[in-house]
Each structure stands twice: as structure tokens, then as C-alpha cells.
């Protein structure tokens, strides 16, 4: 009996399994013609050859409300992005009164290097204010921008938010501040800046790297001290800068913190020393570290301007413990998810993703990395090319889910630095979308 009814059902499931991908596929299809009726019609064409600025005014309405737009990039080191960026940089400050610049580049330099900036050429400000992979023309024409508008007295004012980074600008602006008023703490200044560079690079045990690290903070305690019982004196020898005094203090503290809360867990990973926890994990620890950052940026240094942030996708996205598949595999929190939630609810956050073209390899800045392509059916990068324009952006935030619109909330792929598959839903990690055709490599300027 139970072969009959084995020889019968078999069969019907059979029927029922080739129906059912059948309708789901037929489905999938039809919602997919929505979704390219729906792009075609609502996608905002970006004219970067434009005369004026015209293609950029739906920002008026997209971002009304919102003091922070975070803009971010799937890759770094593509030129057609740095310049979609600097673009949309030049209107949001001339246009919509965005008035800081927070680049995804240490605190420390950027900050010196701005207070620094009078006295240089906008080249060597950018140079010595950011990560390498962004020194090319497009970004030179933002730094030209920037020293533009500060003398005409409406800046557009350079910070960052990353813990990383040693560019020796902070030592070398620093200690001309502090030899003004002391050379001997100068001098101990400069010597702790040369072995906080060095600290983990030159401990070959943990002991080791403690022992150093300890006799570290306290030269770095030292020198808090003495700035504050010499802050008139300090304070007359800073850049003309209401804030700089304020910048250089949190500076000496942020030395302190990354050696207690950032450094331990470094030197273990490069122990190979297993770590406690996944938010130990360094490059997770660096983004709680950067979400402090900003958030003091936000909330203390600036807390009346209005802030573009200057990052990449993975930073900036809103959670991404919410990721049902991230590059790491394992959707550990990032900036997005440790910053606070009166923050969040300032932001509006703009992933920029790439159709096809290529990119540099941050690690060196010359190895030539092609972008997947054509890219995933159904993908992200796939479905926005349906626009019918070489670049375009999309607001998500302001959307509701309906039939042109459920890509934005069901399970998407796009992809990380043009080539590994991410899935996630886009309405919870993103408030808008650039989508890029081509992009071509930056070109690294000398």
C-alpha cells in the first residue's frame, strides 16, 4: 500500500515543486517589471557635464531636516566616485549650508592639518590630512575648494573621526604650538608621538608592549597637565582657530585611548592571541572607536554645523548587525550601529555601489581591482542600470513599500568593493543610493 501511495505521490510533488518555482520565478518576474517601471520613473539623473547645478536640487527636499548626510563609496580609490562626491560636497556647503567635512581619516591629522591650513598648499593640506588612496586630482579640487572658501570666509571646515593613521602632522603642527611655550615638553611631545607609532610594531610580547604602553599614557598625562596649567599661554600660540585649543586637548586624549582600548587588542591579534569577544575583534573595535569619534565631533566640537561624512559603505550603512550577509561573514557591529540613536535620527546616509569598471586595492594603492560584471541578477548594481542613465540616485528613505518599490525591502545583493556579494535589505542600511555606471581607477597623485 505504501508503494501505491509512494508511486502516486511522487508524482504530484513533483507537479506541485515544478508549479511552485514555476509561479515563484513568474513572480519574481513580474515584480522585477515593476521595479524597472518604477526606477525609470523616480531615478534622478546626475549630470556631472552639466553646466549648473540643476540635476542637484532634489537634495533641497530629500534632505530637509537632516544635519548630517554621510556619504559613502563600495570602493575606495575610483575616480568617477571622488568626483560625484566633491560635486555633491561643493552643494551641499554652497547651496544647503553643510559647514564641516568629516573625512574617514585620523582625527588627529585632519584636525592639525586645517588648523595648519593657511600656511600651506591645498595639495601638501591634503597629503598630509588623509588616507593615501584619496590623493588624486578630484580630491585636490576639493582641498583647492576648501582653502577657497576659508578665505572668503565661509568655510567648509575639515575634520575626521578615524582612530588610525600617522602622518606625523599632529606631531609636527603640535610641537611648534607647544616649543613656543615650552621646549622641553615639546620635546617630550614629539618623543611620544615616535613611540606611540611604534608601539605595537615594537613589542614582541604583551608584557613588553604593556610595560612601554604604561610609561606612554603617563608622558601623554603629563602633557594633558601641563596644558591645561598653560592654556593662556598654549592658546596664544595656536592657530587663530576658536577651536583649536579644544582639538588639541582631545587629541592627547585620544593618544591615551587608543593605547588602553585599541592597541591591547591589536597587539593580541598580531599574537595570535585569541581575543574574548567579536567586538574585540580590531577592525570591529576601530569602528566603535570612530562612532565615538564622530559622536564627540557631533555633539561637542560642532554641535550647531550642519556635517558631510566622508567613508565608505561599510562604515557609514546604518546596522549592520542587520546585514543577512556582510564581507566579513560575520555581521559584526560597525560605526552605523554604535552610534547613538539621536544621531541616527540626524542622518541621512547615501551608499554609492558601481555597475561595472574597475578600482585601486587600498592596501597599496596600485593593484587594479575589476568590478563584477555584469553584476548578480537582481542585484542591486543590476536592477538600477533599468534608469536608462550613466549615473543616477534614488532616495529610499522617503519610499513606501509597494510593487515598484519591495526591492528596497526584500533580500538585495550588491556588492562590497565591486566584487564581493553582500546581502542585505536596503531600506534598513541605507537612506539613499547612488548607482555609477563605470568607474575607472584613481590616479595617485605624486
Excluded at 246 to 266: A, K, N, W
Excluded at 372 to 397: I, N
Aim: hydrophobic share 40%; glycine share 4%; aromatic share 10%.
Amino acid at each position: 500500500m505504501k508503494r501505491m501511495i509512494v508511486k502516486t505521490a511522487l508524482p504530484l510533488l513533483i507537479v506541485c515543486l515544478v508549479f511552485t518555482s514555476f509561479s515563484a520565478s513568474a513572480r519574481a518576474a513580474s515584480e522585477e517589471k515593476h521595479w524597472g517601471r518604477w526606477i525609470e520613473k523616480h531615478a534622478q539623473p546626475l549630470d556631472a557635464s552639466a553646466a549648473s547645478n540643476k540635476d542637484l536640487r532634489f537634495l533641497k527636499k530629500v534632505l530637509k531636516g537632516k544635519r548630517i548626510v554621510q556619504l559613502g563609496e563600495t570602493t575606495h580609490g575610483a575616480g568617477e566616485i571622488n568626483a560625484t562626491k566633491v560635486r555633491m560636497i561643493k552643494y551641499l556647503h554652497e547651496e544647503l549650508g553643510y559647514d564641516v567635512l568629516a573625512f574617514e581619516s585620523a582625527f588627529t591629522d585632519t584636525n592639525a592639518s586645517y588648523l595648519n591650513m593657511d600656511q600651506s598648499t591645498p595639495k601638501s593640506t591634503m597629503k598630509n590630512s588623509i588616507y593615501a588612496v584619496w590623493h588624486t586630482e578630484d580630491v585636490v579640487e576639493l582641498f583647492d575648494y576648501m582653502k577657497e572658501q576659508k578665505e572668503k570666509g565661509d568655510p567648509l571646515i575639515l575634520t575626521g573621526f578615524d582612530i588610525q593613521g600617522m602622518k606625523n602632522s599632529f606631531n609636527d603642527a603640535a610641537n611648534q604650538w607647544v616649543k613656543a611655550v615650552d621646549p622641553e615638553k615639546a620635546e617630550l611631545l614629539s618623543q611620544s608621538e615616535n613611540d606611540f607609532s611604534k608601539l605595537v610594531t615594537d613589542s614582541s610580547t604583551f608584557a613588553e608592549f604593556t610595560q612601554k604602553k604604561e610609561a606612554l599614557v603617563k608622558n601623554y598625562q603629563e602633557l594633558i597637565k601641563f596644558a591645561e596649567n598653560n592654556a593662556s599661554a598654549l592658546k596664544a600660540h595656536l592657530p587663530k582657530e576658536p577651536k583649536a585649543y579644544e582639538i588639541f586637548m582631545h587629541s592627547l586624549q585620544l593618544r591615551i585611548d587608543v593605547m588602553e582600548i585599541y592597541m591591547p587588542q591589536e597587539m593580541k591579534q598580531n599574537l595570535k592571541e585569541p581575543l574574548e569577544r567579536l567586538e574585540d575583534v580590531p577592525f570591529i573595535l576601530r569602528d566603535r572607536m570612530m562612532a565615538e569619534q564622530f559622536e564627540w565631533v557631533a555633539d561637542t566640537l560642532y554641535p550647531k554645523q550642519k556635517i558631510i561624512v566622508w567613508g565608505h559603505n561599510y562604515h557609514l550603512r546604518k546596522q549592520n548587525t542587520k546585514m543577512i550577509q556582510d564581507w566579513t561573514y560575520a555581521n559584526g557591529p560597525n560605526m552605523g550601529d554604535y552610534l547613538p540613536d539621536r544621531l541616527k535620527k540626524q542622518t541621512y546616509t547615501i551608499g554609492i555601489y558601481a555597475y561595472s569598471g574597475a578600482s585601486l586595492d587600498s592596501i597599496d594603492n596600485k593593484t587594479v581591482i575589476p568590478v563584477t560584471s555584469p553584476p548578480p541578477a537582481g542585484s542591486l548594481e543590476a536592477l538600477l542600470k533599468s534608469a536608462g542613465h550613466p549615473a543616477v540616485f534614488v532616495d529610499v528613505l522617503h519610499t513606501k513599500n509597494k510593487k515598484g518599490t519591495s526591492w528596497m525591502y526584500t533580500p538585495r545583493a550588491a556588492l562590497y568593493w565591486g566584487r564581493t556579494e553582500e546581502q542585505m535589505i536596503v531600506k534598513e542600511q541605507y537612506d539613499g543610493i547612488i548607482w555609477l555606471e563605470h568607474i575607472t581607477p584613481s590616479v595617485i597623485i605624486k
